[in-house]
């Protein structure tokens, strides 16, 4: 602790620390005394003979006990500066990199994080968050260039000083932004699909910032290549800056894949960007269907072809008479097959019902069920089981669901006979991008019931181009029911449009039968890149009430120099989600990782002792160079955001301790020369 002596405008007088009151009170008068004497003694002896020598004399006493003061007590300098730290990443510009170099303030200092740019003086950082303990008092960070990732900024910020003990954000941040460079940014895609869905890729292409607005009318054509696994050209679209596109294709074989976009010039074909789309696309899932309808019908014929292809076991009874039904099994054991006179009861069976993952009818089929039937049928739809309806005029005019009361009524949605609702349209998937004044070719459309949905109960899973709903969804219990204005889509697989039928069905199936995975990743997040050393994040739905870390393992595997590497991971029980498990690490090589979930503890073992693991995903780690526009975009988004949520640039109040050598130096001058004086008066 010190005490406050005095204050001359800047300037404040202190005494040494840990000395007390008393201390300094003798000190000061043992100092006082010493002065005044030493005066007086001056004055009598040359005040009457010599007064000039004696005033130059008393002045030269006083200032030597000023100096003296000046070594025994601190001086204290105040002033008001801000201490910045300049961060230079990459993407700065030479004629900033000039003004820094030229740059000789005290109070600024320069690191950078690229140790390409060439900047004398310049300290390299190999992580932002070194920049706080590079330099702990800072006040301002001011970034030049590309900036800094939303990661990066949290990493930066949470290694702050904490002052007085607390954490705060009290680091003022501006941004000088680099020129945008030309090339595809805002991209988004689905990075793990199933064999038969689409992958849509979606993105905006960007342009440097510095093009002459007054000649906007001239604008650059771009041409966009949507190049396959094998190199060839998929897809392609002529494009304008600011303008967005839309890509899809429907891989045909499962694997890990990448799919490259190539934006050239139209005018020089000159390549300004070229990036890899990783997909990694899985087989579906093989399910147990269930078919029953009240008479036989193309569209359940094709559609049974279709799914055993796919190796789902299909099992279909129709009513073929009045009190006889045909039954055909495909991929499973034959049952009972041919011509059969009872009701087919065991269909509707509780254990026939739970074997089965969904069950398509046909409306007038769902009408003609006893209520012990439909009882049944609503107990499987809540125990998991999908159900998907045909709807037809039968359904429509039936009172199915106004009579006597059941135990498990099913929810689902309600329709209405409307002839003019007969139409042949297009189908358009939810969440997918639509293109404008895109206009349906006749082989794309699809012949909808005079039938209309009476209410808003339920999901759209599709639309017509005029938003009138086709097929809709109600979730009951752990299942749900659907039911499609649809009857005739195997129009489109007779027509030859084979990818477009499947991933219909594909589709609807997966948005309507049992969920059978249990446990599984979480899917990838569409528009974030995982790159080399950033932190990779990833989750796991538990369906297993019994799960136990000791009892199940996650795992990283990977391919380093031609070597498989195993990595164990943590998973942490997420406290708002208790049957999610995330993990997270940070990838030291690109290229396909493999996440999985093993009962077991040791890799070694997960390889040996188990044919499939609980559950796998393949994950894309891009390295640092890739995707360049679209990384620069995402940094310039997250330091604009950074700057404008922190606190003003303020100045702060600085202290400085004056050197006490200038006390020391005018100690020994007066000292010296009153030495002189005393010699030669």
Same mark, same amino acid.
């Given at each position: /602790?010190?005490?406050?002596?005095?204050? *001359?405008?800047?300037?404040?007088?202190?005494? @040494?620390?840990? /000395? #007390?009151?008393?201390?300094?009170?003798?000190?000061?008068?043992?100092?006082? &005394?010493?002065?005044?004497?030493?005066?007086?003694?001056?004055?009598?002896?040359?005040?009457?003979?010599?007064?000039?020598?004696?005033?130059?004399?008393?002045?030269?006493?006083?200032?030597?006990?000023?100096?003296?003061?000046?070594?025994?007590?601190?001086?204290?300098?105040?002033?008001?500066?801000?201490?910045?730290?300049?961060?230079?990443? +990459? &993407?700065?510009?030479?004629?900033?990199?000039?003004?820094?170099?030229?740059?000789?303030?005290?109070?600024?200092?320069?690191?950078?994080?690229?140790?390409?740019?060439?900047?004398?003086?310049?300290?390299?950082?190999? +992580?932002?968050?070194?920049?706080?303990?590079? /330099?702990?008092?800072?006040?301002?960070? +001011?970034?030049?260039?590309?900036?800094?990732?939303?990661?990066?900024?949290?990493?930066?910020?949470?290694?702050?000083?904490?002052?007085?003990?607390?954490?705060?954000?009290?680091?003022? %941040?501006?941004?000088?932004?680099?020129?945008?460079?030309?090339?595809?940014?805002? =991209?988004?895609?689905?990075?793990?699909?199933?064999?038969?869905?689409?992958?849509?890729?979606?993105?905006?292409?960007?342009?440097?910032?510095?093009?002459?607005?007054?000649? #906007?009318?001239?604008?650059?054509?771009?041409?966009?290549?949507?190049?396959?696994?094998?190199?060839?050209?998929?897809?392609?679209?002529?494009?304008?800056?600011?303008?967005?596109?839309?890509?899809?294709?429907?891989?045909?074989?499962?694997?890990?894949?990448?799919?490259?976009?190539?934006?050239?010039?139209? $005018?020089?074909?000159?390549?300004?960007?070229?990036?890899?789309?990783?997909?990694? *696309?899985?087989?579906?899932?093989?399910?147990?269907?269930? *078919?029953?309808?009240?008479?036989? +019908?193309?569209?359940?014929?094709?559609?049974?072809?279709?799914?055993?292809?796919? &190796?789902?076991?299909?099992?279909? %009874?129709?009513? *073929?008479?009045?009190?006889?039904?045909?039954?055909?099994?495909?991929?499973?054991?034959?049952?009972?097959?041919?011509?059969?006179?009872?009701?087919?009861?065991?269909?509707?069976?509780?254990?026939?019902?739970?074997?089965?993952?969904?069950?398509?009818?046909?409306?007038?089929?769902?009408?003609?069920?006893?209520?012990?039937?439909?009882?049944?049928?609503?107990?499987?739809?809540?125990?998991? =089981? &999908?159900?998907?309806?045909?709807?037809?005029?039968?359904?429509?005019?039936?009172?199915?669901?106004?009579?006597?009361?059941?135990?498990?009524?099913?929810?689902?949605?309600?329709?209405?006979?409307?002839?003019?609702?007969?139409?042949?349209?297009?189908?358009?998937?939810?969440?997918?991008?639509?293109?404008?004044?895109?206009?349906?070719?006749?082989?794309?459309?699809?012949?909808? #019931?005079?039938?209309?949905?009476?209410? !808003?109960?339920?999901?759209?899973?599709?639309?017509?181009?005029?938003?009138?709903?086709?097929?809709?969804?109600?979730?009951?219990?752990?299942?749900?029911?659907?039911?499609?204005?649809?009857?005739?889509?195997?129009?489109?697989?007779?027509?030859?449009?084979?990818?477009?039928?499947?991933?219909?069905?594909?589709?609807?199936?997966?948005?309507?039968?049992?969920?059978?995975?249990?446990?599984?990743?979480?899917?990838?997040?569409?528009?974030?890149?995982?790159?080399?050393?950033?932190?990779?994040?990833?989750?796991?739905?538990?369906?297993?009430?019994?799960?136990? %870390?000791?009892?199940?393992?996650?795992? #990283?595997?990977?391919?380093?120099?031609?070597?498989?590497?195993?990595?164990?991971?943590?998973?942490?029980?997420? @406290?708002?989600?208790?049957?999610?498990?995330?993990?997270?690490?940070?990838?030291?090589?690109?290229?396909?990782?493999?996440?999985?979930?093993?009962?077991?503890?040791?890799?070694?073992?997960? !390889?040996? $002792?188990?044919?499939?693991?609980?559950?796998?995903?393949?994950?894309?780690?891009? $390295?640092?160079?890739?995707?360049?526009?679209?990384?620069?975009?995402?940094?310039?988004?997250?330091?604009?955001?950074?700057?404008?949520?922190?606190?003003?640039?303020?100045?702060?109040?600085?202290?400085?301790?004056?050197?006490?050598?200038?006390?020391?130096?005018?100690?020994?001058?007066?000292?010296?020369?009153?030495?002189?004086?005393?010699?030669?008066?």
């Amino acid at each position: /602790m010190s005490w406050h002596v005095a204050q *001359i405008g800047a300037y404040s007088l202190t005494t @040494p620390q840990n /000395m #007390s009151l008393g201390q300094c009170t003798v000190l000061g008068i043992l100092l006082l &005394g010493a002065w005044l004497f030493s005066n007086l003694l001056i004055y009598r002896r040359l005040f009457k003979p010599r007064r000039y020598i004696c005033a130059l004399l008393l002045s030269l006493n006083t200032l030597a006990f000023m100096a003296f003061l000046g070594t025994v007590l601190d001086t204290r300098y105040s002033h008001t500066h801000t201490k910045q730290a300049i961060l230079v990443t +990459s &993407g700065v510009s030479q004629e900033k990199l000039a003004a820094l170099g030229k740059d000789k303030s005290g109070y600024n200092t320069v690191f950078t994080l690229d140790n390409n740019i060439d900047l004398s003086g310049a300290t390299y950082l190999a +992580s932002p968050s070194l920049l706080v303990h590079a /330099m702990p008092d800072v006040d301002t960070i +001011s970034v030049l260039g590309d900036g800094l990732s939303s990661e990066q900024w949290r990493t930066l910020l949470a290694t702050q000083a904490h002052r007085d003990g607390v954490y705060t954000n009290s680091i003022a %941040v501006t941004f000088s932004p680099s020129i945008k460079s030309t090339g595809l940014v805002d =991209m988004r895609w689905n990075r793990q699909i199933t064999l038969g869905e689409q992958l849509d890729i979606t993105g905006i292409v960007q342009a440097p910032t510095t093009v002459d607005k007054a000649n #906007s009318h001239d604008t650059t054509q771009y041409l966009l290549q949507l190049q396959t696994p094998s190199g060839s050209v998929e897809q392609e679209e002529h494009l304008v800056a600011g303008q967005s596109f839309h890509l899809s294709t429907q891989p045909k074989s499962a694997g890990q894949w990448l799919y490259t976009l190539k934006l050239l010039t139209l $005018s020089s074909q000159q390549v300004l960007e070229q990036s890899q789309l990783a997909v990694s *696309i899985e087989q579906p899932p093989t399910l147990r269907v269930a *078919i029953w309808q009240s008479a036989p +019908s193309f569209e359940t014929k094709h559609l049974k072809d279709w799914a055993s292809k796919t &190796g789902s076991q299909i099992k279909v %009874v129709t009513q *073929i008479s009045q009190q006889a039904y045909l039954r055909q099994t495909i991929n499973q054991a034959p049952l009972a097959t041919g011509s059969v006179a009872p009701k087919g009861k065991q269909f509707f069976s509780p254990q026939a019902l739970n074997d089965s993952d969904i069950l398509l009818m046909d409306g007038r089929g769902l009408v003609q069920l006893s209520v012990d039937e439909r009882d049944r049928l609503g107990e499987a739809v809540e125990s998991g =089981m &999908g159900l998907l309806v045909f709807a037809d005029n039968d359904l429509a005019d039936s009172n199915l669901f106004n009579g006597a009361p059941q135990k498990k009524k099913l929810n689902m949605p309600r329709v209405q006979v409307d002839k003019q609702a007969e139409d042949e349209l297009a189908i358009i998937y939810p969440q997918r991008p639509v293109t404008k004044n895109a206009k349906a070719m006749p082989s794309q459309l699809l012949a909808v #019931s005079p039938l209309r949905f009476s209410n !808003e109960q339920g999901d759209v899973l599709l639309n017509a181009p005029n938003q009138r709903p086709l097929v809709k969804r109600v979730h009951q219990g752990l299942g749900q029911v659907a039911m499609t204005l649809i009857p005739r889509s195997y129009v489109w697989k007779i027509n030859d449009n084979q990818q477009a039928y499947g991933r219909l069905w594909h589709y609807l199936f997966k948005q309507i039968a049992r969920n059978t995975q249990h446990t599984y990743w979480q899917p990838e997040k569409q528009d974030q890149l995982t790159l080399l050393h950033a932190q990779l994040n990833a989750c796991l739905t538990l369906g297993n009430d019994k799960f136990t %870390v000791s009892r199940y393992q996650a795992f #990283s595997q990977y391919m380093d120099n031609q070597l498989r590497i195993e990595q164990p991971l943590v998973l942490n029980q997420q @406290p708002e989600q208790p049957i999610w498990w995330c993990t997270h690490y940070w990838p030291q090589t690109s290229g396909w990782h493999r996440l999985y979930l093993a009962n077991t503890t040791t890799a070694n073992q997960a !390889e040996t $002792s188990l044919n499939k693991p609980a559950a796998s995903q393949y994950r894309y780690v891009y $390295s640092p160079d890739t995707w360049p526009s679209w990384q620069q975009s995402n940094k310039h988004a997250a330091s604009k955001e950074m700057a404008a949520l922190s606190p003003q640039k303020t100045s702060n109040m600085h202290q400085e301790i004056l050197h006490k050598g200038w006390f020391y130096g005018l100690l020994l001058l007066m000292l010296t020369l009153l030495w002189l004086a005393r010699r030669l008066l």
